[in-house]
């Protein structure tokens, strides 16, 4: 049986490394990630001024090219990403395609593997905001969808919540730039939980169905903000 010396040892030698990895820069961190959407962009050069769809998983698995059959647009999405992730690859994954809209979908592993406060989320997503001013020569348009509640993840819904109310806040400061979403009626059932019919086997994903639910109140978002 090994001693608790031992064990203290190797729980010390466990948090050291996470302490490293959590150290790693992101282009580290998001090399897989990086190269796949480099691939993506040698295969086919992605358009400028369209519009961008940036954030974690959430964006990354979207069928956006089914949902959106009519508009010019760019995934850059991938997943497991935070805000301040998205914040940091603006230079390289967003600026270089001069958009005219951003949909932006983030905050969800923040809050989950991050263990970020419902304020410091909403304030990740501000200082987002001001990387993509300082980065492009005019203030893009954003649309913030909420951060969803999920079977997976429904033990954060009040955190979730929090976050949600603080970033709308946020938005109602430039009505004529923002947009927020809220993603929740979508996806919740008639006993107000997650309805299990919209999510993946993980319980934390969407489903093609949900996605055909957001399609249209993200399209009518980029109307009202003129972005044609």
């Known amino acids: 049986m090994p001693s608790r010396r031992s064990f203290i040892t190797a729980s010390l030698a466990a948090s050291l490394a996470a302490l490293a990895i959590a150290a790693d820069p992101p282009e580290k961190r998001w090399a897989s990630e990086l190269k796949r959407l480099a ?3 040698a295969a086919k050069s992605p358009p400028r001024n369209a519009v961008v769809f940036a954030g974690s998983s959430t964006i990354r698995l979207w069928n956006l090219p089914r949902d959106f059959p009519s508009l010019a647009l760019v995934n850059r999405g991938f997943g497991g990403s935070t805000i301040p992730d998205n914040t940091a690859f603006i230079p390289q994954l967003i600026a270089p395609l001069q958009p005219r809209a951003i949909v932006f979908y983030a905050g969800d592993n923040d809050l989950a593997a991050k263990g970020a406060s419902a304020e410091k989320t909403a304030d990740d997503f501000k200082s ?3 990387a993509l001013d300082a980065a492009l020569p005019s203030k893009v348009p954003i649309i913030f969808l909420s951060i ?4 997976q993840r429904w033990h954060l819904r009040p955190l979730q919540e929090d976050a949600n109310h603080r970033i709308a806040d946020f938005t109602k400061s430039a009505p004529d730039r923002f947009r927020f979403i809220d993603v929740a009626p979508t996806l919740l059932a008639k006993d107000g939980k ?3 019919s919209l999510f993946e086997k993980d319980g934390l994903h969407v489903n ?3 996605y055909a639910r957001w399609a249209p109140l993200v399209t009518t978002a980029l109307r009202d903000l003129k972005v044609e």
């Open 194 to 196: 997650p309805d299990a």
């Open 128 to 130: 987002f905001v001001a």
């Open 148 to 151: 969803k509640p999920s079977i």
């Open 39 to 41: 691939a993506e962009d």
């Open 208 to 210: 093609a169905t949900a």
